[in-house]
């Protein structure tokens, strides 16, 4: 089992819809989750982090905790053009730097 | 304030030979952290440096090396290169090792082993 999964899709919506993308994690003593950004050719780009069980939300974007169930999301609302890319789910475990990252989910925004 | 700052940006070399990569960190941070990323993979964890101090490494071979000077930056050195080495090295930067701080990373240099 990975330690980091998501689907790499590619996960195509219509301009102006919500776009939600998953990701699960192995290790139960994991602290900190981040969603990444990354445009093709490009370097990863933080779009946000979140820490504890819930919601977070900043701008269009929210992302969602459940250590429970392991996994973490991201919803893109109103979705843009220019959101196309690949987000990456990155897991920080046991302090220190360290990042785990999935493959990535491209998604696609379609006029 | 500046960003990560990495050289080259790209880069070809040939089995065996060996390669250094550059990073400059982000005005303030004191941590430095390299990532691999091969073609359609997320990064992958090589190594992070504190304090010119190597305090956490990744599933990489002993020839990929490291160094971080008094000024923050670093290198990442690979002997003997190897065809899969072919990637975009990622640097990032952080404010300190200790915790879980968020990482910018640097534009990558993009190393082609031939």
């Known amino acids: 089992q990975k330690e980091v999964e998501q689907n790499s899709g590619p996960l195509s919506v219509p301009e102006g819809a919500i776009a939600s993308l998953n990701c699960t994690y192995s290790?139960?003593?994991?602290?900190?989750f981040f969603w990444y950004r990354q445009y093709s050719g490009k370097s990863p780009e933080l779009i946000m982090f979140?820490?504890?069980?819930g919601d977070k939300e900043d701008g269009r974007f929210t992302a969602q905790l459940n250590k429970a169930s392991q996994y973490v999301s991201l919803l893109i609302r109103d979705s843009q053009p220019s959101d196309s890319a690949t987000y990456l789910c990155?897991?920080?475990?046991?302090?220190?730097?360290?990042?785990?990252f999935g493959t990535g989910t491209q998604l696609k925004v379609e006029l | 304030e500046t960003g990560v700052t990495q050289s080259p940006t790209h880069l070809i070399k040939t089995r065996g030979q060996q390669v250094t990569l550059r990073c400059s960190s982000q005005s303030g941070h004191n941590t430095v952290s390299w990532y691999q990323q091969a073609l359609g993979q997320g990064p992958q964890f090589i190594f992070q440096?504190?304090?010119?101090?190597?305090?956490g490494r990744g599933n990489f071979p002993p020839r990929f090396s490291g160094l971080q000077f008094p000024n923050y930056s670093s290198e990442l050195n690979v002997n003997a290169l190897e065809l899969d080495d072919s990637a975009l090295y990622l640097c990032?930067?952080?404010?300190?090792?200790?915790?879980?701080?968020?990482?910018?990373f640097g534009a990558g240099s993009r190393l082609t082993v031939l």
């Open positions: 990155a897991v920080n475990t046991g302090g220190g730097n360290k990042l785990t």
């Open positions: 979140i820490y504890s069980n």
């Open positions: 990032a930067s952080s404010l300190d090792g200790s915790g879980a701080n968020v990482l910018t």
């Open positions: 440096y504190y304090r010119e101090e190597e305090n």
């Open positions: 290790d139960r003593g994991s602290q900190s």
